[in-house]
């Protein structure tokens, strides 16, 4: 059911669109959640010809969660634009450790790239340019906090437009060539929500509670569009109960938005 709510006189333009794409979002997520904290965000991006596309749709948007590995795109995106402003291309132990972090999710390699980008402070400084305004790092990098919106403008700088994003061309297919290219015991998430994923997920059980931290972030192809989308939560029992709650929002959130 399509949602429709009249703003006052004066609104901004486009405010009317999206308030009603989150209020399609929370009636499609909201049931789905139980226990567990969770918020979600999806950008539909425009296809060829078409204007600027759908602003983000969240649900839950301004709540902060432990980023656990998905900040390792950030990571990334924060050493590719370093070596932009250095004019070079990453060096052969660079290119290693990218690999690693991306495709099997290595602790190792991002820790050593974490301060090759200058620590908290690097990837803080990055971020401002890529447009993430509720990111912020923290000293061990799996505990940065992040916002599920914040994580899709990290995708749209990866995945959108070309022109829209601080990233040149071949540091953005670079990008999207490791995250296409996850091992298969990571195939999990947002892959859930359509075809021709591109992803990066993230797990991690907090000592204080026991209970799992569950991220998946990444691009989809559903119903001929292609579709952003961030799903983070907090508070799973189990790890396998976290990926089914997130696999299970990814798709009705993809669907929500997609039909709105």
Same mark, same amino acid.
């Given at each position: ?117 200058? =620590?908290? +402070?690097?990837?803080? !400084?990055?971020? &401002? ?7 912020? /790092?923290?000293? *061990?990098? #799996? ?91 907090? =508070?799973? +029992?189990?790890?396998? !109960?976290?990926? &089914? ?7 009705? /959130?993809?669907? *929500?938005? #997609?039909?709105?």
């Amino acid at each position: 059911m399509r949602i429709l709510r009249c703003e006052p006189a004066g609104a901004p333009a486009g405010e009317e669109a999206r308030v009603d794409l989150d209020a399609v979002l929370a009636e499609a997520v909201a049931p789905l959640t139980g226990d567990a904290s969770l918020s979600v965000a999806v950008l539909s991006l425009p296809a060829r010809g078409e204007g600027g596309g759908e602003p983000i749709a969240a649900y839950g948007g301004t709540t902060a969660y432990d980023t656990a590995s998905i900040v390792k795109v950030d990571v990334l995106a924060a050493l590719l634009l370093l070596a932009q402003d250095e004019g070079r291309q990453l060096n052969g132990a660079e290119l290693g450790y990218a690999d690693a972090m991306i495709r099997r999710s290595d602790n190792t390699s991002a820790t050593r790239l974490w301060r090759v980008i200058g =620590g908290a +402070a690097g990837l803080d !400084a990055a971020n &401002a340019r890529l447009g993430l305004t509720s990111t912020t /790092a923290a000293r *061990a990098w #799996g505990l940065t906090r992040t916002t599920a919106p914040d994580q899709v403008r990290l995708l749209r700088a990866v995945f959108g437009p070309a022109g829209g994003s601080v990233l040149r061309e071949a540091s953005r297919a670079y990008v999207r060539e490791l995250m296409g290219g996850v091992e298969a015991d990571q195939r999990w998430g947002v892959s859930a929500a359509g075809t021709g994923w591109a992803l990066k997920n993230g797990w991690m059980p907090r000592t204080t509670t026991g209970l799992w931290d569950i991220n998946s972030i990444g691009r989809v192809t559903a119903g001929g569009r292609t579709r952003l989308v961030a799903v983070l939560s907090d =508070g799973h +029992a189990t790890k396998e !109960a976290g990926i &089914a709650l997130v696999e299970s929002v990814a798709r009705a /959130a993809v669907a *929500a938005v #997609g039909g709105a």
